[in-house]
Structure formats: C-alpha cells, structure tokens
C-alpha cells in the first residue's frame, strides 16, 4: 500500500508556505504555485489538490518536517462550523432523558481560535476550565447551497483533526449560546495536515481517540455519529453557502475532561493528542496565557 501524501500550511523561517508531507520531511511546493494559489484554500477552490499531490509524488524533501511550524491547514477560512452533541454516548452525558435530537447543534469558531499542531493550546487568565474535545474535520472543496444528501460527499477535498478546545465554565455564562467559551485565542487546534479525500471509505468508520498525557479519554468511531457527514453537509447547506475552504468539525465521543468526577481540566505541561486512523496525530501542549495589558 502507497504511503498517503497529506497537504499542509506551514511558517519557514517566518514565512508561510505550504505543500506536502512525505514521512519526515516536506515537499514545498509554495515557490512552483503561489503565483496561481497563494493559500491551500485557493488550491482547493480551483480543484487542484490532485495536481499538487502528484507534483509532490515526483519529488524529495525539501526541508524536514521539525524544520517547519504548522499551522491549521486552511488559513482564513470563510467559516468554521462546529457540532455538537453527535455520537450516542455523549448524548448520554447530558442525562436529561432525552432522546438523540432531531437536528444537529452547531455553533462558530474563528480562525484566532485554533492554533497548528505542536504549538500550544493557552489556558486563558480568565478561566482554569480548558477541556479538550477529540474531532475529525471535514474541509469544503466544492461550493453548494441546498447540497442533497446523494452528492454531498462530492463536497469534500479533505479531511483533518481538531482539539475543539472549550472553557466549561464560560459556555454557561449566557442562556442560549456557547460562544464565548468557544472562541478563546489559540483555546483549540486544527491539524496536522490535511489528508485529500479520495472517497466515502476514508471517513465512513474511522476510530477516532483523544489521549492526555498518554491516557486515553475518548474513544469511537465515525460510524457511531447521531448525525452523518452527508446529512451534516445537507443540512448546513440549506442554511448558508457552503465554500472552498469552510470547515465543518464534527462532534466529539464521551470522555471530555468537564465529565470526570471531579473534572479533570487541561493544566500546562499537558500533552493532549486526537488521532485517527489514516490521517495522524495531531498533538499540542498547554501553557499559561501570558499577560499583556492594552492588548
């Protein structure tokens, strides 16, 4: 079996680029297509990941991989759509007696929010609660409005992780939403890598875990998802656009750290790793944020 070619942004010497990862080192392919896709996001859009994946396959490292930082794949994505509340036993964790519900919760994220893999998640000044949360992501490559179920998956250029990072207790400091303590800077990650999607078994029954320190804390299967990815990419469409680039991340197993007794909260010096099968491991530590006043 081929080893899989992934796409991935990155910072050089303070430069970002982006290209492919082969084993332990990248291909840069920024300097042969910038002029025509400034970002992995305008690659998307023209439909072009085929073509830098197979420019890619007829080349060696150019760097090794340590030598780069990565950042989330998709740079300034026009939205960043999360789900919540979508595999059976985490459903369960509410114990409120309810059924699995109709329709999917979902809520926004901004890009400031996420940060790369190896880079670390901040525990902001303003809460000790930093949870984490296990996801696969889906990454729009086609535009639709009103997508149907049969050809939603035709929508996909790929797929990579999140650690959709959450402060607990600022998620309840409003009655009807969750965003305040879904969008502290740098608070979740996205990465490694993108892996372009090549078809429905990719992601059909994938194993999804989460581990914190080595431990593992979450453990499914996509297979397992209350709502699936054609239905999710359906449903979102009959709301709003979908474009190259949008992110949809898309639910998280049990096992969060708010839903230990008593909870057990990101501290720094924490190691938390989401990883699945066929795309890799997306791994960040946890610091304190550092203040700065006026900023």
């Excluded at 409120?96 to 809520?107: H, L, R």
């Excluded at 994220?109 to 303003?126: K, Q």
Aim: contains cysteine; negative net charge; proline residues 8%.
């Amino acid at each position: 079996m081929t080893n899989p070619i992934y796409l991935a942004s990155w910072l050089h010497d303070g430069v970002p680029g982006y290209g492919a990862v082969l084993g332990t080192g990248v291909v840069d392919l920024s300097a042969d297509f910038r002029s025509a896709y400034p970002s992995l996001r305008e690659v998307i859009a023209a439909g072009a990941t085929g073509h830098l994946v197979d420019a890619a396959a007829r080349r060696s490292s150019d760097l090794p991989l340590d030598a780069v930082t990565l950042m989330p794949p998709i740079p300034a994505p026009e939205k960043i759509i999360c789900i919540g509340v979508n595999y059976p036993d985490r459903n369960e964790e509410y114990k409120d007696g309810q059924a699995a519900p109709k329709y999917p919760s979902m809520f926004l994220r901004t890009p400031r929010s996420f940060t790369g893999h190896g880079s670390p998640l901040i525990r902001p000044n303003a809460s000790a609660q930093l949870d984490y949360e296990a996801e696969l992501v889906l990454i729009i490559g086609k535009p639709g409005r009103h997508i149907p179920e049969r050809a939603a998956l035709d929508h996909i250029a790929g797929v990579t992780l999140c650690n959709e990072g959450t402060l607990r207790d600022w998620v309840r400091h409003a009655k009807f939403n969750v965003t305040q303590g879904k969008n502290f800077d740098s608070s979740g990650s996205l990465g490694p890598w993108m892996l372009p999607y090549t078809g429905e078994e990719q992601i059909a029954d994938v194993r999804l875990t989460g581990r914190v320190n080595g431990e593992l804390r979450q453990d499914d299967r996509t297979s397992r998802m209350i709502f699936n990815f054609r239905y999710l990419i359906n449903y979102i469409s009959t709301f709003t656009t979908l474009v190259p680039g949008d992110v949809i991340v898309t639910g998280t197993p049990t096992g969060a750290g708010a839903r230990f007794d008593p909870p057990r909260f990101l501290k720094p010096g924490d190691i938390v790793e989401v990883e699945a099968e066929n795309i890799g491991i997306l791994r960040n530590g946890v610091v304190d944020e550092t203040s700065s006043a006026g900023a």
